[in-house]
């Protein structure tokens, strides 16, 4: 038997907290279903291990994708969402996509709707995903609506996927240029350094550089581990506060050699696709473009649909903000003022998104062929620049023979 710590309400809404002895989670919401009480939460008394499992493992997008389609095609066969729950908490080999489902069916089963129930677990069922089930609930399509879900996770991993692949090229370059820095630093400079000392004399600036820098990596290579540690802490942890994040996706958009381009190309390819989907499911406009700016992934366009809501809630119309918002270009504000005076906005919307859906796969392609070249010079920079400086010395000693 183990303690448990419980929270629930009972029908009146009065919130009750206290402790169960029970064998496991299961036989605590059985006792409080009898009370007539809804369980709000469960935990273990003595340990957080479970409670904090969301923190250490992610739910991968295609497990998701295939949960939530599975989960369609029992609800229109006509399965009842508690049996179709009990059987995806069977079948899916995620972990802690298994976990949450396992709440999830607890939390349906203490009489939450499945939109509440998904909506305890932001850190794997989003927003987007929140609302569109809960579209779904109220207009009785929640199959469809799991359906439009599946298909945006689909898009959006795809677009994952395509900008992973482009980066990967980079990243073993730059990976084999370190590689190759460190080799000659640690072997071979101290080489060169030991025959420098027996020409006596002051070595040039990039020598002394490179000799110094060699024995800090030989001799003191703790401090650039901890240092690096501490830079990359210290940058996740600027990229993820209130005023870093903001600085950070500006200057994204502004990275040269077409990356800015392709993260603009991607929010917008983002944006488009999800407000489409919501806008299609019958989500509220208001609630669809707040939704779509959080997830969108860049602040920049987070922050343009500021004036979109104001604009909306004004009784204006979304594509006169649109065209004051650098990050949107021309073409995407007028095919928006198109959609909302034909009444077919969701349409338009998804021909957007599939115009730079395409459009970021050919500049994927074209950052390729752009960051080769990059990638040989920068190589070939460092392996110069070591060369010169061990090579410079022995150059002033040949003219002074001569």
């Not at 709440?103 to 089963?109: K, L």
């Not at 010169?388 to 150059?395: I, Q």
Request: proline share 3%.
């Amino acid at each position: 038997m183990a303690t448990y710590v419980f929270r629930a309400i009972d029908v009146a809404g009065a919130q009750s907290r206290g402790e169960i002895e029970a064998s496991d989670k299961q036989a605590v919401a059985d006792q409080l279903k009898l009370r007539g009480l809804i369980v709000l939460d469960i935990s273990d008394k003595h340990s957080s291990k479970e409670l904090n499992v969301e923190l250490f493992q992610r739910v991968k997008a295609k497990d998701l994708t295939v949960m939530t389609r599975q989960l369609s095609t029992m609800v229109s066969s006509g399965m009842t969402l508690l049996r179709a729950l009990y059987v995806l908490e069977a079948q899916t080999e995620s972990k802690p996509l298994t976990e949450a489902l396992v709440a999830v069916r607890r939390d349906v089963e203490a009489g939450l709707l499945l939109s509440d129930a998904l909506e305890r677990h932001s850190k794997v069922f989003n927003p987007l995903y929140v609302a569109m089930v809960r579209a779904g609930e109220t207009g009785g399509v929640l199959e469809q609506s799991l359906l439009r879900v599946a298909d945006q996770l689909e898009k959006d991993d795809s677009l994952r996927r395509q900008v992973r692949a482009a980066m990967a090229y980079p990243a073993v370059v730059i990976s084999f240029a370190l590689i190759v820095l460190l080799a000659l630093v640690a072997f071979l400079i101290p080489i060169f350094a030991k025959v420098f000392k027996q020409f006596g004399g002051k070595l040039p600036a990039i020598t002394q550089f490179t000799v110094d820098l060699s024995n800090i990596i030989t001799g003191q290579w703790y401090l650039l581990i901890i240092g690096f540690v501490g830079a990359v802490f210290a940058f996740l942890k600027w990229k993820k506060s209130s005023w870093g994040r903001p600085q950070w996706d500006r200057f994204r958009l502004r990275i040269p050699f077409k990356i800015g381009d392709v993260v603009q190309k991607l929010a917008l390819a983002r944006w488009s696709r999800t407000l489409s989907t919501l806008t299609s499911s019958g989500v509220p406009i208001l609630q669809a473009i707040d939704i779509t700016g959080k997830t969108a992934g860049n602040v920049v366009v987070e922050k343009s649909m500021e004036s979109v809501i104001e604009s909306v809630k004004g009784g204006g119309t979304i594509a006169a903000p649109l065209k004051q918002a650098p990050v949107f270009p021309p073409m995407v504000a007028q095919m928006v003022g198109v959609g909302e005076e034909t009444g077919a906005l969701d349409d338009m919307l998804g021909k957007v998104a599939d115009f730079y859906e395409d459009e970021v796969a050919a500049a994927i392609k074209s950052l390729t062929s752009i960051l080769e070249p990059v990638m040989i010079v920068l190589v070939g920079s460092i392996v110069g620049f070591i060369v010169v400086s061990m090579y410079l010395p022995l150059f002033k000693v040949y003219d002074q023979i001569k």
